[in-house]
């Protein structure tokens, strides 16, 4: 395995540069927490009238499959007569900030209103339908109205969505369910003992957890003092497990009190949940990126209750040297 194509040229593809030769040191990170897909290289300097420039756009194929289209954000020249280059895909372009006022929809329909007004090619691997209310997103990036409608989308219909970058198509697509049901990329590779597997690392923790949810809505009475309306929702089995770790938020005023109720169990569900992490090395594979899903199988994890599941890559680092690796930042649901 190695580079196949590696092509420096204008943003309009004009004068193409070939540098597959000489580029180096290759590592290509993607994250499914609203984040650009970076790729990170080196070119040795030739004395052929060749320089990138930014803005320039970036073609990389590894074993002749599509891997990252995107442009040059950063050049670096050193005395070595080396070029260290970090380009984004189009993602990158979502750090940009806007205003705009929402009509009552759901998140499918914000990103594809959001990828109109930027012109950004893009496919709808997944449908949503929980209906967001209309709010005014105002001087917010792309990034953080799209991170508001997922997150909200999550909390009231379970199903768990990102955006990601697939050689400058930018996809919609739903990466958990609460039923397991349809999932944009989900392979039955197996990351596992004699499959793939260098090393791994496991963590868990509670630092985040909380068991009792505190939520708190103010009013104004006809004598215009505050009122305040207290929903509580908490587990037992928790509080017995790890003791008492109490959240108190504030609730919209527009809620009445079985709304409140309702969002306080949203709230106890999304935060009534260790943590838990779980980084892989691992020889490297063309299927594995950031929102994809695929299966462990590691002795040493089983000794100690986790046994052969499907988790999902939330980050995805690969390296393409002579040895092709990766790292995944991996979820267990």
Not at 14 to 25: A, E, Y
Not at 155 to 184: E, H, K, P, W
Not at 197 to 208: H, K, N, V
Request: aromatic share 10%.
């Amino acid at each position: 395995m190695a580079v196949t194509e590696f092509r420096l040229g204008k943003r309009d593809l004009s004068q193409p540069w070939d540098v597959s030769q000489i580029v180096t040191n290759i590592k290509w990170t993607t994250d499914i927490d609203f984040a650009a897909g970076e790729l990170v290289f080196t070119i040795l300097e030739v004395n052929e009238g060749f320089f990138p420039s930014n803005g320039d756009s970036v073609c990389f194929k590894w074993d002749n499959n599509r891997t990252f289209f995107g442009y040059v954000f950063s050049i670096n020249y050193t005395s070595d007569e080396k070029i260290e280059v970090v380009a984004y895909d189009r993602l990158r372009y979502f750090k940009n900030q806007d205003t705009i006022v929402w009509p009552v929809g759901n998140a499918l329909q914000r990103f594809n209103s959001i990828m109109a007004r930027t012109s950004t090619p893009h496919d709808n691997l997944a449908t949503a339908t929980a209906n967001l209310p209309a709010e005014v997103s105002d001087g917010k990036t792309y990034f953080d109205m799209l991170k508001s409608a997922f997150e909200a989308t999550h909390a009231q219909s379970g199903n768990r969505y990102a955006m990601r970058d697939v050689y400058g198509l930018v996809q919609f697509i739903r990466v958990a369910t609460n039923n397991g049901a349809y999932i944009s990329d989900r392979t039955t590779t197996i990351i596992g003992d004699g499959s793939l597997l260098i090393d791994f690392t496991f963590g868990s923790s509670i630092d985040e957890l909380y068991n009792v949810v505190k939520l708190i809505r103010e009013t104004e009475d006809e004598q215009k003092r505050t009122v305040y309306t207290t929903k509580t929702s908490n587990s037992d089995s928790s509080q017995r497990r790890y003791g008492t770790l109490q959240v108190v938020e504030k609730a919209d005023d527009k809620l009445n009190d079985s709304q409140m109720q309702d969002r306080a169990n949203q709230l106890l569900r999304q935060y009534n949940k260790e943590k838990v992490t779980l980084t892989i090395n691992a020889i490297g594979h063309e299927a594995i990126r950031a929102g994809t899903r695929f299966y462990i199988s590691i002795q040493d994890l089983r000794d100690i209750g986790i046994g052969t599941r499907e988790v999902l890559a939330t980050k995805v680092t690969h390296n393409f040297k002579h040895d092709w690796t990766m790292t995944i930042d991996a979820e267990i649901d």
